[in-house]
């Protein structure tokens, strides 16, 4: 027998061990409930956690029945989407069966959709577990849109609600909201939810339905994984086409310009103004971005190629994992070459926008979604920077400067740090008014919720810096942009908040584990300028409420929503 036999013999005993112990400890699970063992891997690869059992319940009852057996027998209980997310809002890295987990799988089973339409706008009944681009093609067919979404479409809805995911939008100066959409995030178009929670009177987890206009809805708008939502019912407005325009030969001086220094009419605010949608994409150690601005156009422009299905990007979208990691590992081992490889990217990039992708027309969804899961494996950190509109340039003058200066500094001392690309979007907040649903509440814990005590702030703009995970330095680069960050966007002309997916809270060698973070600054975002009636403390207590066993809650949750 050769070693390598020898070792996989091992390897499958092992395994065999393994299930038969979970299998033990199991033994009392729900028995016509299905259950399997997996391997969770988060979308960047830096979350990893083996041997863990996840449940595929077939309806409601099954799952209220693994909730309050989760609850009986000390388990957590994480629902997992299509784990495309950075933070570890579900799993630490290393957990297993021992930890008493079990995973819950609802894309099967939970992902119905049914659709009414009204004479101003429409509402859409959907269970969490369905994929949002399935989601979106079933309200095309019916002539349904959003002004903007996340630009994945392989995440469950359940999970882009979680976390207040967004697109990037806000009006264009001579635009009229169409009823039914939102420029905030996705979270802002619910109108009700039906979620598990602990009934006190019946002593045990049960469904209840929450109107959007009940101040215990709030919580569960955007709950950041501390909650089960098993469907909502949300507002959606006319489709709309939309014509997407790629730019890269603007350089980043002219696009991140502070309004007084700005040259011509090339600044983003001025493309905001135009069409109010808009990306910035600038690959480290390079002059031009990749600018994508998409507009409003019911027809189709002369110099545009009508598209009629997503991910119309494939020079950035088609990267086997293989590769993905082989640029990994280049820049690991040789990190010089950091400056040549921005450089490679812009190049190709600029290269594949001169033929078709340039300039693209049709239906919302299929310019809105342009990530596929076979994209680099980057990680990255996010944050959400409230401001008034007059202020956007001001935010990207100061935070350009800070990016390129801090890369400077650490090249310098022959550090390479940053190999991924910046990306900025900007959208409107989650703004109560533009809810179809009188008296409607604001979601508690979303990045985007307006603040009382600055009415004048009025947009979001999403800061983002990519990085390979685990490459040299980075940590210590992002924990000092984020502490620059909330220094300088203390609540004068801008006041930063977390982007609950992404990196945040860096400590000195890892994220999610700054203190001051995790216990001050980001309760103080959700407290300052904020009614005591629906602020972090309250929130906070809600969600205790709903989960008084904590069963929800990841070990990032632990330490966050900790009194």
């Given at each position: 027998?050769?070693?390598?036999?020898?070792?996989?013999?091992?390897?499958?005993?092992?395994?065999?061990?393994?299930?038969?112990?979970?299998?033990?400890?199991?033994?009392?699970?729900?028995?016509?409930?299905i259950w399997?063992?997996?391997?969770?891997?988060?979308?960047?690869?830096?979350?990893?956690a083996?041997?863990?059992?996840?449940?595929?319940?077939?309806?409601?009852?099954?799952?209220?029945?693994?909730?309050?057996?989760?609850?009986?027998?000390?388990?957590?209980?994480?629902?997992?989407?299509?784990?495309?997310?950075?933070?570890?809002?579900?799993?630490?890295?290393?957990?297993?069966?021992?930890?008493?987990?079990?995973?819950?799988?609802?894309?099967?089973?939970?992902?119905?959709?049914?659709?009414?339409?009204?004479?101003?706008?429409?509402?859409?009944?959907?269970?969490?577990?369905?994929?949002?681009?399935?989601?979106?093609?079933?309200?095309?067919?019916?002539?349904?849109?959003?002004?903007?979404?996340?630009?994945?479409?392989?995440?469950?809805?359940?999970?882009?609600?979680?976390?207040?995911?967004?697109?990037?939008?806000?009006?264009?100066?001579?635009?009229?909201?169409?009823?039914?959409?939102?420029?905030?995030s996705?979270?802002?178009?619910?109108?009700?939810?039906?979620?598990?929670?602990?009934?006190?009177?019946?002593?045990?987890?049960?469904?209840?339905?929450?109107?959007?206009?009940?101040?215990?809805?709030?919580?569960?708008?955007?709950?950041?994984?501390?909650?089960?939502?098993?469907?909502?019912?949300?507002?959606?407005?006319?489709?709309?086409?939309?014509?997407?325009?790629?730019?890269?030969?603007?350089?980043?001086?002219?696009?991140?310009?502070?309004?007084?220094?700005?040259?011509?009419?090339?600044?983003?605010?001025?493309?905001?103004?135009?069409?109010?949608?808009?990306?910035?994409?600038?690959?480290?150690?390079?002059?031009?971005?990749?600018?994508?601005?998409?507009?409003?156009s019911?027809?189709?422009?002369?110099?545009?190629?009508?598209?009629?299905?997503?991910?119309?990007?494939?020079?950035?979208d088609n990267?086997?994992?293989?590769?993905?990691?082989?640029?990994?590992?280049?820049?690991?081992?040789?990190?010089?070459?950091?400056?040549f490889?921005?450089?490679?990217?812009?190049?190709?990039?600029n290269?594949?926008?001169?033929g078709r992708?340039?300039?693209?027309?049709?239906?919302s969804?299929?310019?809105?979604?342009?990530?596929k899961?076979?994209?680099?494996?980057?990680?990255?950190?996010?944050?959400?920077?409230?401001?008034?509109?007059?202020?956007?340039?001001?935010?990207?003058?100061?935070?350009?400067?800070q990016?390129?200066?801090?890369?400077?500094?650490?090249?310098?001392?022959?550090?390479?740090?940053?190999?991924?690309?910046?990306?900025v979007?900007?959208?409107?907040?989650?703004?109560?008014?533009?809810?179809?649903?009188?008296?409607?509440?604001?979601?508690?814990?979303?990045?985007?919720?307006?603040?009382?005590?600055h009415?004048?702030?009025?947009?979001?703009?999403?800061?983002?810096?990519?990085?390979?995970?685990?490459?040299?330095?980075?940590?210590?680069?992002?924990?000092?942009?984020?502490?620059?960050?909330?220094?300088?966007?203390?609540?004068?002309?801008?006041?930063?908040r977390?982007?609950?997916?992404?990196?945040?809270?860096?400590?000195?060698?890892?994220?999610?584990?700054?203190?001051?973070?995790?216990?001050?600054?980001?309760?103080?975002?959700?407290?300052?300028?904020?009614?005591?009636?629906?602020?972090?403390?309250?929130?906070?207590s809600?969600?205790?409420?709903?989960?008084?066993?904590?069963?929800?809650?990841?070990?990032?949750?632990n330490?966050?929503?900790?009194?």
């Open positions: 027998m050769s070693s390598s036999e020898s070792i996989e013999q091992e390897n499958n005993q092992l395994q065999k061990e393994t299930i038969t112990e979970i299998e033990y400890h199991l033994s009392n699970f729900p028995r016509k409930i399997k063992i997996i391997n969770f891997k988060n979308w960047s690869g830096e979350i990893q083996d041997t863990i059992p996840c449940c595929i319940p077939k309806s409601i009852e099954e799952v209220i029945t693994v909730v309050n057996w989760a609850w009986k027998n000390n388990y957590k209980l994480r629902p997992i989407g299509q784990s495309h997310n950075w933070s570890p809002l579900i799993l630490e890295s290393g957990q297993s069966f021992t930890n008493r987990i079990m995973l819950m799988d609802l894309s099967p089973h939970f992902s119905q959709v049914s659709i009414k339409h009204r004479s101003q706008f429409s509402i859409v009944t959907a269970q969490t577990g369905i994929l949002m681009e399935k989601l979106m093609t079933q309200m095309e067919d019916q002539g349904l849109g959003f002004s903007a979404t996340p630009a994945p479409g392989d995440l469950t809805l359940g999970a882009v609600l979680a976390i207040g995911g967004h697109g990037t939008a806000i009006k264009a100066l001579d635009e009229t909201l169409l009823p039914g959409h939102t420029f905030g996705l979270s802002n178009t619910i109108l009700s939810l039906s979620a598990i929670v602990w009934d006190e009177e019946n002593q045990q987890y049960a469904i209840k339905q929450f109107e959007r206009s009940d101040p215990d809805c709030a919580p569960l708008l955007t709950h950041i994984g501390g909650a089960l939502i098993l469907e909502v019912q949300f507002q959606a407005g006319k489709n709309q086409r939309l014509r997407c325009q790629s730019f890269t030969d603007i350089p980043a001086a002219e696009l991140f310009a502070s309004s007084e220094n700005a040259k011509g009419n090339r600044t983003l605010s001025q493309f905001l103004n135009k069409s109010g949608r808009a990306e910035i994409i600038l690959f480290p150690f390079t002059n031009n971005p990749w600018l994508k601005v998409w507009s409003i019911p027809t189709q422009p002369l110099s545009s190629v009508e598209v009629n299905a997503p991910y119309n990007y494939p020079f950035s990267i086997p994992l293989i590769i993905s990691d082989l640029v990994k590992e280049a820049l690991s081992t040789t990190p010089s070459v950091t400056p490889i921005g450089e490679m990217q812009y190049l190709l990039t290269i594949a926008l001169q992708e340039k300039d693209i027309w049709g239906w969804k299929n310019l809105l979604l342009y990530v899961p076979t994209t680099l494996r980057v990680t990255a950190n996010g944050y959400a920077v409230l401001t008034r509109r007059a202020d956007i340039q001001r935010v990207l003058s100061v935070f350009y400067s990016w390129k200066n801090l890369i400077e500094q650490f090249e310098i001392e022959g550090k390479y740090p940053i190999n991924g690309p910046l990306e979007r900007v959208t409107g907040l989650d703004n109560p008014a533009e809810v179809m649903y009188e008296k409607a509440v604001v979601p508690g814990l979303s990045a985007i919720r307006p603040r009382l005590d009415p004048e702030w009025d947009v979001a703009v999403w800061l983002d810096i990519l990085t390979f995970p685990n490459t040299p330095y980075s940590i210590e680069f992002l924990r000092k942009f984020e502490q620059w960050l909330f220094q300088e966007f203390n609540g004068t002309y801008a006041s930063a977390v982007e609950w997916s992404k990196g945040w809270a860096y400590g000195k060698t890892a994220a999610w584990e700054d203190t001051d973070v995790l216990t001050k600054i980001i309760p103080a975002s959700f407290t300052d300028g904020l009614f005591a009636d629906n602020n972090w403390a309250l929130t906070i809600a969600l205790q409420k709903y989960d008084p066993h904590n069963i929800f809650r990841s070990p990032l949750l330490k966050l929503l900790s009194d």
